[in-house]
Every structure is written in C-alpha cells, then in structure tokens.
C-alpha cells in the first residue's frame, strides 16, 4: 500500500496545499484551524482534518460514547501514559495491539490528505504525525524497540515506527507551530495536567517533522493576531519558487 505512492517522498516534495498546526494543548490549535479552513475555503476548497489520537478532539469524541465513553477514554489515555512511561516496561500483547491500529488509522487518516490535495483540495491539519520523539501525546509512535522482550510487541513496535517514518515523508507545504507558556495553556485548559502540559511545551519546539518548513508563531497573543499571522504565513508559503 505505502510501496506504491514513495515517488513525490523522493523527491522531496510536500504535499501541495496542505498545512499543519501544531503546538501544546490549550495553544488554540482547533480554533485556528477551524478559521484557517474557513478563511481558506473563500477562494479555493479547504478542509480541516483532525491528525491527533487519544488526547484533544479524539478524545473528546470517545468520552461523549454512551456509558461507556468516559470509562473509554480515560482507559485509552491511561494506557497510552502507561507506554509513554520509560521506566516502566511496555504493557501487554493486547495494549501494543490497540496501539499499532491506532497507528494504522492515521496512516489512513494521512492518505487520505494526500488524495485531498492531489485533487487540488486545501487541508488544514490539527495536529500532524511525527517520527523523531515516541508519545502518542506527541503524535509520535506509540510503541519503542528496546522496552520488551516480547517478540510480537518488538515486532509491533518496528512496524509502527515504519509507519511513522513513512508519513513523516508526507510533508505538509508548511507547519504552523503554535507557541505557548504553561500557565496561559492551563487557564485555557483547566481540565489538563499542567505536568503533561509543561512536558508537551518542552518537546514541541524539538520536533523538526522531517524537514518541513515551519513557521513559529506567539500563541499567547489576541487571537486575531494568531490568526493574522497564520494566514500571512501561509500566503507566503503558498507562494511558487521562483
Ligand atoms: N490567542 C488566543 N487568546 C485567547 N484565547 C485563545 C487563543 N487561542 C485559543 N484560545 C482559546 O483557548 C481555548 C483552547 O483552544 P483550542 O481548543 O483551540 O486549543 P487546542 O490547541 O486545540 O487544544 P487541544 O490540544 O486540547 O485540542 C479555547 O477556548 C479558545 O477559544
Ligand atoms: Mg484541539
């Protein structure tokens, strides 16, 4: 499936339209988008795809599940914060399963943004996958070699990171880093911890997604001009190469 479509990864070059925002939980990223697609939408096509798994709008969905919502995702992130955990050893067979299809969901999720923008559709991502830092709350491999013994979670875990580095290659024209300190991120997100919010805001600024350009933007400031700047950066990385 993945063999069939490297052409445009050798050559490097980003899928056409296509742009990301990224950045901690509570930097504004849905809101952006949101607008962004609006915006967008204006003069040619766009839409707004959600990249992310467990946390943010993912999980917002799996908790609104009758009954057993709530119980779900608090499962899921339990699970997937367990894994995170380099301390402790990966969890079972069943959970390095659950993973693993969360991972090829996205694959999915990406070629379908690659279809969109062959098409000549805009796409603005929330979120984007990464293979440089393991985390699903990073939107990187949820699965690390090294960490167990079990020969099908290593197996699991090699694949996975297959995955990851295959759509890592599926560039965006343009990622949108949505910068932000811990306290203004949990004013905007009481619910979140703020331990998980510092560690998000200490490795976002690490991750390089494979080369791709990248606009870092002051998510703290009014809005509008988040938004401003947002849609500047992206008229000029829209711009041909002369
Ligand atoms: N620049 C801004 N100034 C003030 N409030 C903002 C700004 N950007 C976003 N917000 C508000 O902060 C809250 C969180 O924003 P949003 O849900 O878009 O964040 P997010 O990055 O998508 O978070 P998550 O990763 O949890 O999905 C919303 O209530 C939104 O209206
Ligand atoms: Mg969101």
Not at 140 to 168: D, F, I
Request: charged share 25%; net charge positive; hydrophobic share 40%.
């Amino acid at each position: 499936m993945l063999q069939a479509t490297t052409r445009s990864d050798e050559l490097h070059i980003p899928l056409a339209g296509v742009f990301a925002v990224i950045g901690c939980d509570g930097s504004g990223k849905t809101t952006l988008t949101r607008d962004l697609a609006q915006s967008l939408g204006n003069t040619r096509s766009a839409k707004r795809r959600y990249l992310g798994l467990v946390s943010g709008e993912m999980g917002d969905k799996i908790k609104s599940l009758p009954i057993i919502g709530v119980w779900l995702e608090e499962h899921l992130h339990r699970k997937a914060n367990r894994a995170l955990d380099m301390k402790k050893d990966l969890p079972g067979v069943g959970t390095a399963l659950l993973m693993y299809l969360f991972s090829l969901w996205r694959v999915a999720q990406i070629l379908q943004v690659r279809r969109l923008s062959r098409r000549g559709v805009q796409v603005i991502a929330d979120r984007y996958p990464q293979a440089e830092i393991p985390g699903f709350h990073y939107d990187g491999p949820g699965l690390t070699v090294g960490r167990t013994s079990n020969w099908l979670v290593r197996k699991l875990a090699r694949g996975e990171q297959t995955l990851y580095e295959w759509m890592a290659r599926q560039r965006p024209v343009l990622i949108i880093r949505l910068n932000i300190d811990e306290n203004t991120a949990h004013a905007r997100k009481l619910d979140h911890d703020i331990k998980e919010l510092r560690d998000k805001i200490a490795v976002m600024p690490q991750l390089k997604f494979n080369g791709a350009r990248v606009c870092e933007l002051d998510a703290a400031v009014p809005y509008p001009q988040v938004l401003e700047a947002a849609l500047l950066a992206i008229k000029k990385a829209s711009q041909p190469i002369v």
